[in-house]
């Protein structure tokens, strides 16, 4: 519905993803949805949504902190979800990176192709095709 930023500074569409029982975000590009989303109506919107099923890796933004695809860097997300910190594979060398950066506090959660981690209110669970680490640590939820 939202592919650009004039359209998120759009009142309708705030308006309709205000309305809405669920909230899709479609896969897509994870920067791309940050800076669209950033400070805009329909991010309010996103933000407020009681119940939002983010499809791939749109799924990093949500969060306070998301992992840069380009190189694998933490970045800043959009705090819209507090919790862990949610990737897509990556290299295994790219995820090393990630994972020293993060450091061994933060709790990462790379997200494979059939994978499905749910949150709610904060208590976040793996249902499947996630690997859950603190620094090089397997880790749970």
Same mark, same amino acid.
């Given at each position: 519905?939202?592919?650009?930023?004039?359209?998120?500074?759009?009142?309708?569409?705030?308006?309709?993803?205000?309305?809405?029982?669920?909230?899709?975000?479609?896969?897509?590009?994870?920067?791309?949805?940050?800076?669209?989303?950033?400070?805009? !109506?329909?991010?309010? =919107?996103?933000?407020? @949504?009681?119940?939002?099923? *983010? /499809?791939?890796? %749109?799924?990093?933004?949500? &969060?306070?902190?998301?992992?840069?695809?380009?190189?694998?860097?933490?970045?800043?997300?959009?705090?819209?979800?507090?919790?862990?910190?949610?990737?897509?594979?990556?290299? !295994?060398?790219?995820? =090393?990176?990630?994972? @020293?950066?993060?450091?061994? *506090? /933060?709790?990462? %959660?790379?997200?494979?192709? &059939?994978?499905?981690?749910?949150?709610?209110?904060?208590?976040?669970?793996?249902?499947?095709?996630?690997?859950?680490?603190?620094?090089?640590?397997?880790?749970?939820?």
């Amino acid at each position: 519905m939202v592919t650009d930023r004039a359209g998120a500074l759009e009142p309708y569409f705030a308006q309709r993803v205000a309305a809405a029982d669920v909230v899709v975000l479609t896969d897509g590009s994870a920067l791309h949805a940050r800076s669209v989303w950033r400070d805009t !109506p329909v991010g309010t =919107a996103i933000d407020a @949504a009681r119940f939002v099923l *983010a /499809v791939g890796s %749109v799924a990093s933004v949500l &969060g306070e902190v998301m992992v840069d695809p380009r190189g694998g860097a933490p970045t800043t997300g959009l705090g819209y979800r507090p919790g862990p910190v949610l990737c897509a594979p990556a290299s !295994p060398e790219q995820l =090393a990176r990630t994972r @020293a950066l993060l450091g061994d *506090a /933060v709790t990462l %959660v790379v997200v494979g192709p &059939g994978g499905a981690v749910v949150g709610v209110d904060g208590v976040w669970r793996v249902l499947r095709d996630a690997v859950v680490t603190r620094g090089d640590a397997p880790a749970t939820l």
